[in-house]
């Protein structure tokens, strides 16, 4: 899991502790960092090399789209870094087999049973939904610095009725959607989400005539085995659902804060 931070781009993995913690392996300061595409060198599709002042890295993207958004992402951030400051002395005092990043998400399950509305497990999650990063190291994806403000631009609240894939009934809700993720109020008036399903990786599409939704204003959001269905009032709010949708699943780019980002 790599952090792009504005002065230091960090490599970690995740480390088997009950803070979910990532276990910080090595840092590469930006200042008077390179980049070379390292395809035909190392035989990799999607590598590129990163030449820092006392080491280097290889490291290869999952596909074309994301090592583009990768390499865009670090251009700028090096840019940046040089415009506005010297050398740096290391980010981290000590050996990095020693420190860890801070990571607050809750346990490793998937969206389905998260969507089952259990609120004792909401509320070992402190009423809080999966964070970005969880979803990232769980989902195999990364977010970009762009695509974030992107999203934080895209926020939307309203009754939607879902059903499951193999359920006959709609169930009204509130749906809140924000930071990549959809919550799911009783209510508008409810302090507390029933349940949050993240979206990063997810597809948004409209349903199939095979797949029998005889009902006007749905659309799909589906993730490997997992499909959910949402139904709006209008014309005007299933195009809006769709529209804020689409900048937090895979049929679009995404991302984390400037700061930070996350690559596989």
Known sequence: MFFLFS????????????????????????????????????????????????????VAASCASEMERWVEDIRMAIDLAEQSSSPNNDLLSTSPSDNKL??????????????????????????????????????????????????????????????????????????????????FYKSHQDDYPLASLPLLGYSVTVPAESENIHKDYVFKLHFKSHVYYFRSESEYTFER?????????????????????DLY
């Open 102 to 183: 801070s990571e607050d998400g809750g346990g490793d399950q998937e969206s389905e049973e998260e969507l089952g509305g259990s609120r004792s497990s909401l509320e070992r999650q402190g009423h809080r939904g999966n964070t970005t990063v969880h979803v990232c190291w769980h989902r195999n994806t990364s977010v970009s610095m762009v695509d974030f403000s992107v999203a934080v631009e895209n926020q939307l609240s309203g009754n939607l009725l879902r059903k499951f894939k193999n359920s006959n009934g709609w169930q009204k809700l509130w749906v809140v959607f924000t930071n990549f993720s959809l919550f």
């Open 7 to 58: 002065d230091f781009l960090v490599y970690t993995s995740r480390g088997m502790t009950p803070s979910n913690q990532f276990k910080v392996h090595g840092q590469l300061p930006l200042f008077g960092m390179t980049i070379r595409e390292s395809e035909e060198e190392w035989g990799v599709p999607h590598s590129f090399t990163l030449f820092g002042q006392r080491q280097s890295v290889v």
């Open 241 to 261: 659902w769709m529209e804020v949708i689409r900048s937090a699943t895979c049929s679009a780019s995404r991302s984390l804060p400037s700061t930070r980002k």
